[in-house]
């Protein structure tokens, strides 16, 4: 059942964002100041546009579309928290069309021989390997005076995000022109965000949501009587992702060397080179000519674009192998979880891998 939502409060969200800021604020200087002061209101004009999804369902003008997407989304949102046992809050019970394709832009930067990414340390967040911005053109802004400094840099539309549960996530538009395949799975992703996360170790956070995020599609489908997603969409990304894992390697590698700037700049785009023509090979052999990722490989390529690759899956054959050994049981698992979540980085890390050994 959908829970019913109160009118949204101004005064109750300044509650929640005041402290935090002001902590937040006492971290550095003016720019510090400028950039946490754009959150604050990109925040609230998200929160501010969001309406309570009960009453969008019972108004005669509003899209008969719309209405299936949001019925969707709040079948999926209670079936994440009965049967995957996630946070039953308020998020994703109130709607907002920001008008525009994507939420935040996340900004990835690099050094120009470097695949290490330049990291952003916040109180509560962590140390993150990138920095998010609600305007496109602040974040293009940004980009462009780190390139001046000579560092590669990577702009990513994302379509959601999670607050961590500081405050009610909305569903966005952004969010429902996806599929209903995807948009069910990016809920319980957000949602697994809420549930645990672990500063300072962004492998570990998404590796888990990734999960959480398939596994709970995988019983989402099968309650619902819907086929199973198709493998081929998987093994494709899997593939994708070894392709330019591997790359990253090289340029690792490469960049350990002791070569002089020009010589290094030209490895650097042979390497890039190499994984195009190896891109090529893999569309032609494995896929029949047809590649989802074309765009993205026929576009320039820099060390900072292959940042989000492996953050996403690198642990999930871990915690898909701790899943089995709970046998399937959510509110086990999720313990076992944040006792890992708890140990120190480098012992975490020993226990993953030995997760992932078993798998």
């Known amino acids: 059942m959908t829970q019913c939502i109160a009118p949204f409060s101004i005064d109750s969200l300044c509650r929640r964002w005041v402290p935090l800021l002001a902590a937040l604020l ?42 299936q997407r949001l019925i969707l989304t709040q079948q999926a949102r209670d079936f994440a928290s009965a049967r995957l046992g996630l946070p039953n809050n308020r998020s994703y019970r109130r709607y907002a069309d920001i008008q525009r394709p994507f939420v935040v832009w996340n900004l990835f930067a690099t050094a120009e021989f470097s695949v290490k990414p330049k990291l952003h340390c916040f109180p509560i967040a962590g140390c993150v390997a990138y920095r998010g911005y609600f305007s496109l053109g602040r974040a293009r802004g940004a980009a462009a005076l780190l390139q001046l400094q000579g560092f590669d840099t990577y702009l990513g539309g994302v379509g959601a995000y999670s607050t961590l ?54 019983q989402w489908q099968q309650a619902q009587g819907l086929p199973a997603a198709d493998p081929r969409a998987a093994t494709e990304r899997e593939q994708f992702s070894a392709l330019v894992l591997a790359s990253r390697a090289r340029l690792e590698q490469l960049y350990a060397r002791d070569l002089a700037a020009d010589a290094m700049r030209a490895a650097k785009q042979a390497e890039f080179e190499r994984l195009r023509q190896e891109y090529r090979v893999l569309r032609e052999r494995e896929w029949g000519g047809q590649g989802r990722y074309d765009a993205w490989i026929a576009a320039p390529l820099n060390n900072a674009k292959l940042l989000p690759f492996g953050l ?48």
Do not use: I
């Open 165 to 218: 549960g500081w405050f009610d996530d909305p569903l966005l538009n952004t969010m429902l022109r996806w599929d209903d395949e995807r948009l069910v799975a990016v809920l319980f992703h957000e949602l697994a965000h809420q549930q645990l996360y672990v500063a300072d170790d962004t492998a570990f956070n998404e590796s888990f949501a990734s999960f959480v995020e398939r596994e709970g599609l995988r």
């Open 312 to 359: 996403y899956d690198k642990w999930v054959p871990a915690f898909a192998a701790l899943f089995a050994e709970v046998g399937g049981d959510w509110p086990h698992f999720y313990r076992r979880v944040a006792a890992l979540g708890e140990l120190p980085a480098e012992t975490r890390t020993r226990a993953l891998e030995a997760l992932h050994k078993t798998d």
């Open 26 to 67: 006492l971290l550095g200087g003016c720019s510090t100041l400028n950039y946490y002061g754009h959150l604050a209101r990109g925040q609230v004009q998200l929160l501010q546009a969001s309406q309570p999804v009960d009453a969008l369902l019972r108004d005669p003008q509003v899209d008969a579309g719309l209405k």
